[in-house]
């Protein structure tokens, strides 16, 4: 009996170990393909994909971009599977997914991307770094300065180019042309009276 039964406990032995084992490997191999995260950009939408998590564990993902929430934080199982457009931009985006495997495996994931401008998009022209220039202040308008009223004097002492109404004669000054002539006359008569009077002065001194 002693032996059958050594006989019997060694195959049961070595069942054991092969189930461990095999037990051992399956886990082993389980760990191995367990925690896949995955997780693809374009232009215009983003893809994640994780599998292989623990079921029972509180797993969550997490997706920003440029700091803001496009996936808030949402629990997932086993499995998540999510394709999530972006929005419309002139210029790439910064893209951020964290994943925490609740299990305490090595599946979490912090991972940045960048999603560029897709075709047909105009980029955004960058900022300029060179101060505006200042507007040039503009001189009030001077006010127009009143012309001087010609001089009274001045206007007189200047001939007029225009010719006189009265033609070529000069002004009338109280004499004429005939002047002469009445000055010649005049002289004449007191010559004339003259000799008549030394005349008769000189016969009445003879005739005494």
């Known amino acids: 009996m002693t032996v059958f039964n050594r006989s019997w406990r060694r195959p049961g032995a070595l069942v054991t170990v092969a189930a461990a084992g095999a037990l051992g490997v399956g886990l082993f ?26 079921a029972g564990a509180e797993n969550t993902v997490t997706l920003t971009v440029d700091g803001k929430d496009l996936l808030p934080t949402e629990k997932f199982g086993g499995e ?8 419309e931009h002139t210029k790439e985006l910064t893209l951020h997914l ?9 599946g979490s994931l912090d991972d940045t991307k960048t999603a560029p401008v897709c075709e047909g998009t105009e980029p955004e022209p ?27 004097t001045t206007a007189a002492a200047v001939p007029s180019s225009q010719p006189s109404p009265a ?12 002047t002469p002539l009445i000055a010649g ?20 001194t003879v005739g005494n």
């Open 126 to 152: 960058e900022p300029s770094t060179t101060p505006p220039d200042e507007p040039t202040p503009t001189p009030p308008a001077e006010e127009p300065k009143p012309e001087p009223e010609p001089s009274k």
């Open 80 to 87: 998540f599977h999510k394709k999530i457009e972006l929005p």
């Open 98 to 106: 964290v994943v925490k495997d609740g299990s305490g495996n090595d």
């Open 29 to 54: 191999a389980g760990s191995a393909v367990a925690h896949t995260p995955a997780w693809a950009v374009t232009c215009s939408e983003v893809s994640v994909d994780l599998v292989n998590y623990t």
């Open 185 to 204: 006359a005049a002289a004449v008569i007191l010559v004339a009276g003259a000799g008549i009077t030394w005349a008769s002065r000189k016969r009445r």
């Open 167 to 178: 033609g070529d004669d000069l002004a009338e000054t109280g004499s004429s042309s005939t």
